[in-house]
């Protein structure tokens, strides 16, 4: 019996036909003091599809490689502005075995957008948990902080992203499929 198997419930109702998403509590997306942007979308931007589920958070992960993802941090929130950003987002870990660089890859996005990758450590830590899911047709997604994005003069501050994620063996949630 896998690590899935043991979490997920036994007890698994009819089909629905039809795909639902549901909506993620605590994602209200904000910028900093004083700024405008496009932090204040509709709730819909926070739906998961019935794919994803949601894991636990409680620690601090980082993200690496985020300043090669300029572009889709300016789609995600906005264009650059005085105070910057502070946005809590949903981002969701995609593992990818076929990384020339390297085999644990777990690649970040949010919004369909990729952001990043979990540093090699977290994510030789999280392949399991990525590669179950994904041999049930399942992502994992956890909540995010995007923070940078100021502009004030010469000063330009980059995007960055930590992830509130558990421990591997922690991550998981119970869940009803």
Known sequence: MGLLDKLFKSNQGPADDKPQS??????????????QSRA???AASHELPPNVVMLNGGGRVEVVGESQYEDAFT???GPRCREGYDLTVVAQLVSEPESPYDPDAIRVEVQ????GYLARPAAK?????AEELASRGLT???LGTVRGGWERGKDTGGYGIA???AAPDKAIRPIDR
């Open 125 to 129: 830590a999280f392949k399991p948990v």
């Open 112 to 115: 369909g957008l990729h952001v």
């Open 75 to 77: 789609r995600i929130c």
């Open 163 to 165: 992830l509130d994620l």
């Open 140 to 142: 994992g997604a956890c």
């Open 40 to 42: 204040t979308k509709p």
């Open 22 to 35: 549901r909506a993620v509590k605590g994602t209200q997306s904000r910028a900093v003091k004083g700024t």
